[in-house]
């Protein structure tokens, strides 16, 4: 055989195994693509809360606003164990959020509701479908415990008025794992945290935490502050903050490996509600809420009042609390009176 006849050949050849390793690549790319979405959605526990609930829930006024239920879980359940080594059954609603973020969606306002609350539970059903009869006095923080998630969305509506449009719940170390992700967060303190009760020391001024620290700095009760309930919240919101400026810094949603990472860190201890429960359904929630700026975004506590009967609980205070969720359910800017809470911590 010629030279002259040999080129085409070995050309020929050569494109063939060319073609071959594009087509490798682009399938191995693919594959790995789809094993990524598999494995987060997999991550990624749901309830139907339209199912669970049934018809009983308030009417949607503005459509465009939207409300959303942030639930931190304390269940000392598997990988939680090691965060926290309390001997506390079963789990409850460590620290909960109703977050409204307006039409438009370019700020947004979040709502504490002290865990000590004394609130009326709606009728509801348990994870096993036996029905709980309504009760009244009960603390905020038993409903999850006693009937789950959706009883806690069941029972944020019946008191507020406002229609609960998704929740998301997270535990210890789906929270953990978001800061570790993030590579810590930056908190600022004016005054020392103690470390009382095996809480977090920490002297005044700037501290970057990591996952395990940043844990106990919002669990902090004793070691800072009055000590109470009340006053960890400000610790909660404050640490809130300071983690969405982290994620806005590093441009987290725009940066395809962190956010991957943070999307895995996250989903492995997520439930949401079934509307959120996939990613591509979280990742076009994330895109729309872009616009919302951590610097703006207000943070209050529900107005409550220390319990005549028992000091160490709280209930409702009126009609602040009126105004508030009157104020959110109307899309409205929320007055100053119903910051007012006779309660502080």
Same mark, same amino acid.
């Given at each position: 055989?010629?030279?002259?006849?040999?080129?085409?050949?070995?050309?020929?050849?050569?494109?063939?195994?060319?073609?071959?390793?594009?087509?490798?690549?682009?399938?191995?790319?693919?594959?790995?693509?789809?094993?990524?979405?598999?494995?987060?959605?997999?991550?990624?526990?749901?309830?139907?809360?339209?199912?669970?609930?049934?018809?009983?829930?308030?009417?949607?006024?503005?459509?465009?606003?939207?409300?959303? =239920? $942030?639930?931190?879980?304390?269940? +000392? *359940?598997? #990988?939680? @164990?090691?965060?926290?080594?309390? /001997?506390?059954?079963?789990? !409850?609603?460590?620290?909960?959020? =109703? $977050?409204?973020?307006?039409?438009? +969606? *370019?700020? #947004?306002? @979040?709502?504490?509701?002290?865990? /000590?609350?004394?609130?009326? !539970?709606?009728?509801?059903?348990?994870?096993?479908?036996?029905?709980?009869?309504? *009760?009244?006095?009960?603390?905020?923080?038993?409903?999850?415990?006693?009937?789950?998630?959706?009883?806690?969305?069941?029972?944020?509506?019946?008191?507020?008025?406002?229609?609960?449009?998704?929740?998301?719940?997270?535990?210890?170390?789906?929270?953990?794992?978001?800061?570790?992700?993030?590579?810590?967060?930056?908190?600022?303190?004016?005054?020392?945290?103690?470390?009382?009760?095996?809480?977090?020391?920490?002297?005044?001024?700037?501290?970057?935490?990591?996952?395990?620290?940043?844990?106990?700095?919002?669990?902090?009760?004793?070691?800072?502050?009055?000590?109470?309930?009340?006053?960890?919240?400000?610790?909660?919101?404050?640490?809130?903050?300071?983690?969405?400026?982290?994620?806005?810094?590093?441009?987290?949603?725009?940066?395809?490996?962190?956010?991957?990472?943070?999307?895995?860190?996250?989903?492995?201890?997520?439930?949401?509600?079934?509307?959120?429960?996939?990613?591509?359904?979280?990742?076009?929630?994330?895109?729309?809420?872009?616009?919302?700026?951590?610097?703006?975004?207000?943070?209050?506590?529900?107005?409550?009042?220390?319990?005549?009967?028992?000091?160490?609980?709280?209930?409702?205070?009126?009609?602040?609390?009126?105004?508030?969720?009157?104020?959110?359910?109307?899309?409205?800017?929320?007055?100053?009176?119903?910051?007012?809470?006779?309660?502080?911590?």
């Amino acid at each position: 055989m010629t030279e002259k006849h040999a080129r085409p050949k070995r050309r020929r050849r050569v494109l063939r195994i060319t073609l071959l390793l594009v087509a490798v690549l682009i399938l191995g790319t693919a594959g790995a693509g789809w094993w990524a979405y598999s494995h987060l959605n997999s991550n990624i526990d749901s309830v139907d809360l339209d199912q669970a609930i049934g018809d009983n829930r308030p009417k949607k006024v503005v459509a465009n606003a939207q409300n959303i =239920l $942030v639930l931190g879980s304390d269940s +000392r *359940a598997g #990988a939680n @164990a090691d965060l926290d080594h309390g /001997d506390v059954s079963g789990a !409850r609603s460590d620290t909960a959020m =109703l $977050v409204h973020i307006p039409e438009g +969606r *370019a700020k #947004a306002t @979040a709502v504490s509701i002290p865990r /000590d609350t004394l609130i009326t !539970r709606p009728e509801c059903k348990d994870g096993k479908g036996k029905t709980l009869p309504s *009760a009244k006095r009960v603390m905020f923080n038993s409903v999850y415990s006693l009937a789950g998630p959706a009883c806690v969305v069941n029972t944020v509506e019946q008191m507020s008025g406002v229609r609960v449009d998704h929740f998301v719940e997270v535990d210890f170390a789906g929270f953990k794992g978001l800061v570790d992700a993030l590579g810590g967060v930056t908190v600022t303190l004016d005054k020392p945290m103690s470390g009382a009760k095996g809480g977090l020391k920490l002297d005044a001024g700037t501290h970057r935490l990591n996952g395990t620290d940043s844990l106990k700095f919002v669990r902090t009760r004793y070691g800072y502050g009055d000590g109470s309930d009340l006053g960890r919240i400000g610790l909660q919101q404050q640490f809130m903050m300071a983690m969405l400026s982290e994620i806005k810094k590093q441009d987290a949603l725009g940066n395809p490996a962190r956010l991957y990472k943070l999307a895995d860190a996250g989903t492995k201890s997520l439930t949401t509600d079934s509307d959120l429960a996939s990613l591509t359904a979280l990742s076009d929630f994330a895109q729309s809420m872009k616009g919302v700026d951590p610097d703006t975004m207000e943070t209050i506590m529900l107005p409550v009042a220390y319990d005549k009967v028992d000091p160490n609980r709280v209930i409702v205070a009126e009609p602040q609390a009126t105004q508030l969720w009157e104020a959110l359910r109307t899309d409205q800017k929320v007055p100053a009176s119903a910051k007012n809470s006779p309660a502080k911590g």
